[in-house]
T-cell receptor
Framework: NAGVTQTPKFQVLKTGQSMTLQCAQD?????MYWYRQDPGMGLRLIYY???????DKGEVPNGYNVSRLNKREFSLRLESAAPSQTSVYFC??????????FGPGTRLTVL | QKEVEQNSGPLSVPEGAIASLNCTYS??????FFWYRQYSGKSPELIMS????GDKEDGRFTAQLNKASQYVSLLIRDSQPSDSATYLC????????????FGSGTQLTVLP
């Protein structure tokens, strides 16, 4: 099992560009999450999906949209990237609302 | 006040010593508590979960929970240089049924 996979691993964008971060899990988990991690700020939840077909905002949703494409896949879209969105983005999944297992992350720089 | 607080460190211990990492939380209704280990440049890895007051041991790791005092700790016995990492405390707070709230992490260095 690959666990949680994310693409791309690295990305550089210019201000105003858009992109989609992809996440997939093969553990048959119902819940999936998107976090960003910034130095000194810890992990902050952007959006989550408790089950296929549902999504909810987390702590820092502004500037992002998500799609739960099916049970396996949960994508994060930046419509108009800003330098403040420079961060490391982690996708996670879990069998219930407690344990979460993380993907390898995407390092995004917005110039 | 942050919901989950950890000393940022860095915490340095000599090889073979016990490393003690602490975490406090503000939501008295919290029920689930987790410790994640994150190596530099890598993703967080779940190493311990604890749900009841008391101690839970797994190999060299012991998680301790005291709900009355609202703290959870992680002890690492016989610390090894490979334990050098940032340790994140995560709490499932009662006000966010589907979310974990993470502390900002404690950086641990085990000196050979």
């Amino acid at each position: 099992n690959a666990g949680v996979t994310q693409t791309p691993k690295f990305q550089v964008l210019k201000t105003g560009q858009s992109m989609t971060l992809q996440c997939a899990q093969d553990m048959n988990h119902n819940s999936m999450y998107w976090y960003r991690q910034d130095p000194g700020m810890g992990l902050r939840l952007i959006y989550y999906s408790a089950s296929e077909g549902t999504t909810d905002k987390g702590e820092v949703p502004n500037g992002y949209n998500v799609s739960r494409l099916n049970k396996r896949e949960f994508s994060l879209r930046l419509e108009s990237a800003a330098p403040s969105q420079t961060s490391v983005y982690f996708c996670a999944s879990g069998p219930k609302f407690d344990e979460q297992f993380f993907g390898p992350g995407t390092r995004l720089t917005v110039l | 006040q942050k919901e989950v607080e950890q000393n940022s460190g860095p915490l340095s211990v000599p090889e073979g010593a016990i490393a003690s990492l602490n975490c406090t939380y503000s939501d008295r209704g919290s029920q689930s508590f987790f410790w994640y280990r994150q190596y530099s440049g890598k993703s967080p890895e779940l190493i311990m979960s604890i749900y009841s007051n008391g101690d839970k041991e797994d190999g060299r790791f012991t998680a301790q929970l005291n709900k009355a005092s609202q703290y959870v700790s992680l002890l690492i016995r016989d610390s090894q240089p490979s334990d050098s990492a940032t340790y994140l405390c995560a709490v499932k707070t009662s006000g966010s049924a589907r979310q974990l709230t993470f502390g900002s992490g404690t950086q641990l260095t085990v000196l050979p």
